[in-house]
């Protein structure tokens, strides 16, 4: 009998009931593939975009129906067991955590990967569910605050979102590089970003940090909740304002502030940078974890039979941190 695995396929664009369960044969590791039994899988905004084919203008890469790779997931955490013929950074056994990247299918109970992807070995200080999310809040976080923002020591930065799965890790990221943080959440979660370390706090139901006297060296808005145009006005002379949501508006922002003016609007698509710049970023992350200086905030947990109710989840805007799949 062929041995078969559990996996979420997206057979169209669409909300969360468009996700569909489905058992497939268990393929056999290629020569540089290492096969994974996940044990926990992230569910993130990033997956929540893909699977309802928004923006409408990234169907022209992730295919114009569905995504090319009609599988649910990115981020996983398991155990290695079985490798191809010409594998060397693992071995059977092996317990790993990473991304499956554009090829998707994390949400699942097995799956193949290469082993030149952004793969590591899991630490011992990071459970399989706090591994499975670390390639999106933390990963994208360190690579906009530190790399696209250039964020410094002493500079004062502003998170808007700093509740969600990217703001939870910036607040804490940006506080571990010595930013002076102000963060933006409900007044229900102060205390929450408080204590990841956000040294000020705007309740954005009662404050509109675009209204204050106050100017930051960085705007990170973790979740397209504002612009370029709107935050503009809100950062130093040579302030920035990074963004991992892509749209149009933001593109437009980027352009035009590369040729003119002293701020600037910037933007990285941290998905699609090549493994071996994202691996020594994930070295970082998991040595700020062993330091306590990083730990990734878990919402809640789902069976991966609960797929669809986990998105749903996710997508309420309520989130704190990451939701994942067991």
Known sequence: MTATLSAWSINHYGTPEVLNPVTLPIPAPGPTEILIRIRASA????????????????????????????????????????????????AVGDVVFGEAGLKFGANASHICL???????????ALSHE??????????????????????????????LGATGSLGS?????????????????????????????AVRIIDYGQEDFTRQAERYDVIYDTIGVSSFAEAKGSLTLSGRYVCPVLSLGLLGAVLRSAIAG??????????LLKPDVLRPMLATLTRMVEDGKLEPVIDRIYPLADLIEAHRHMETGYKRGNVVVV
Not at 66 to 74: A, I, P
Not at 262 to 268: E, Q, V
């Open 262 to 271: 002293t701020r600037k609007a910037r933007f990285s698509a941290s998905g």
């Open 130 to 159: 706090d591994a499975a999310v670390m390639c999106d809040g933390p990963l994208t976080s360190l690579n906009f605050l530190r790399e696209v923002a250039e964020l410094r020591a002493g500079e004062r930065v502003l998170i």
């Open 169 to 197: 890790a910036a607040v804490q990221i940006a506080a571990a590089m010595g930013a002076e943080v102000t963060g933006t959440c409900s007044g229900r979660n102060a205390d929450m970003v408080d204590a990841l370390g």
């Open 114 to 124: 290469d082993e030149s992807g952004v793969l590591m070995k899991k630490p011992a």
């Open 43 to 90: 569910v993130t905004r990033a997956d929540g975009m893909m699977r309802a084919g928004q923006p409408r203008f990234a169907r022209l890469f992730l295919g114009l129906c569905r995504t090319r790779q009609n599988l649910s997931g990115t981020g996983l955490s398991g155990e290695v067991i079985a490798v191809g013929d010409c594998i060397s950074r693992f």
